[in-house]
């Protein structure tokens, strides 16, 4: 089996160990907890950014450095020793971007040639994850659809939030120019494994499934012009001058499919 399928393989079997424990079931995690990260999944197709580097300008990972048993960690994006979770830390003050007030240890959906993801709305794109909020502070976005090229925008299509009171929120921007209305879409406790996807299908519609449980969002056409990429981890929405304090998200199972 090729390398890329046989670490895909593994991811999904990792998330599919977890949701059985949350159902109940028991299974023996997939993931190995002595390796990094990218030895337990495909991470050909993210580049990471951290809560370090020059103000304004966070540092990143490219695809090459996270791939393989011995790629990239750290204290901010590293593997549980205790289940194989892909981890992300962001604390509450951390380097970010220059069009965010808030740090995150967070993946950037790349092309497997290196390059950027900007892919148009039409068709079919799809983002699932099984993961797990280990602490938050107050609010963390765990998935987003962001807005490429196309525009000036640096507006999100949709993120999806885990909230410190468990709920699951998803927010759909309302314009390019901003205006976001938020949805509760499920609820969770804090440390209690769940999954979700993140769907567009024919350009039109944003179908979201949270532990099974499927909502659909028009588009709205102001949208149109934009191309899209997906993004996952540990966004965190909320700052102060702590280093302690903060959101840390492990993930079982993380994917995307495009066609």
Same mark, same amino acid.
């Given at each position: 089996?090729?390398?890329?399928? $046989?670490?895909?393989? @593994?991811?999904?079997?990792?998330?599919?160990?977890?949701?059985?424990?949350?159902? !109940? &079931? +028991? /299974?023996?995690?997939?993931?190995?907890?002595?390796?990094?990260?990218?030895?337990?999944?495909?991470?050909?197709?993210?580049?990471?950014?951290?809560?370090?580097?020059?103000?304004?300008?966070?540092?990143?990972?490219?695809?090459?450095?996270?791939?393989?048993?011995?790629?990239?960690?750290?204290?901010?994006?590293?593997?549980?020793?205790?289940?194989?979770?892909?981890?992300?830390?962001?604390?509450?003050?951390?380097?970010?971007?220059?069009?965010?007030?808030?740090?995150?240890?967070?993946?950037?959906?790349?092309?497997?040639?290196?390059?950027?993801?900007?892919?148009?709305?039409?068709?079919?794109?799809?983002?699932?994850?099984?993961? $797990?909020?280990?602490? @938050?502070?107050?609010?963390?976005?765990?998935?987003?659809?962001?807005?490429?090229? !196309? &525009? +000036? /925008?640096?507006?999100?299509?949709?993120?999806?939030?885990?909230?410190?009171?468990?709920?699951?929120?998803?927010?759909?921007?309302?314009?390019?120019?901003?205006?976001?209305?938020?949805?509760?879409?499920?609820?969770?406790?804090?440390?209690?494994?769940?999954?979700?996807?993140?769907?567009?299908?024919?350009?039109?519609?944003?179908?979201?499934?949270?532990?099974?449980?499927?909502?659909?969002?028009?588009?709205?056409?102001?949208?149109?012009?934009?191309?899209?990429?997906?993004?996952?981890?540990?966004?965190?929405?909320?700052?102060?001058?702590?280093?302690?304090?903060?959101?840390?998200?492990?993930?079982?199972?993380?994917?995307?499919?495009?066609?």
């Amino acid at each position: 089996m090729k390398l890329r399928s $046989r670490l895909l393989a @593994v991811a999904t079997a990792a998330g599919i160990a977890a949701a059985l424990s949350v159902m !109940g &079931g +028991t /299974s023996a995690s997939a993931a190995n907890p002595a390796v990094a990260p990218g030895g337990n999944f495909n991470l050909s197709v993210w580049q990471l950014q951290e809560p370090v580097g020059s103000p304004g300008s966070p540092t990143t990972i490219s695809s090459s450095r996270l791939q393989g048993a011995n790629g990239y960690q750290d204290s901010y994006f590293y593997t549980d020793t205790r289940d194989g979770a892909m981890t992300f830390w962001a604390p509450e003050k951390g380097v970010t971007t220059p069009n965010s007030n808030y740090a995150r240890s967070e993946l950037r959906e790349m092309n497997s040639n290196g390059s950027a993801a900007d892919w148009s709305l039409s068709g079919s794109h799809k983002l699932s994850a099984t993961l $797990r909020v280990v602490s @938050v502070t107050s609010n963390v976005c765990v998935g987003q659809i962001h807005l490429g090229s !196309g &525009g +000036t /925008s640096t507006k999100p299509l949709v993120e999806l939030y885990y909230r410190s009171s468990g709920d699951i929120v998803a927010g759909i921007e309302n314009s390019p120019d901003g205006g976001q209305t938020p949805h509760t879409v499920g609820h969770v406790s804090v440390g209690k494994t769940w999954t979700y996807t993140i769907a567009v299908s024919g350009g039109n519609q944003i179908d979201l499934t949270v532990n099974g449980s499927t909502t659909h969002y028009p588009i709205p056409s102001s949208f149109k012009p934009y191309k899209q990429y997906f993004k996952a981890g540990s966004y965190n929405q909320s700052s102060s001058d702590s280093t302690t304090k903060g959101a840390r998200v492990g993930f079982y199972g993380l994917t995307v499919s495009h066609s």
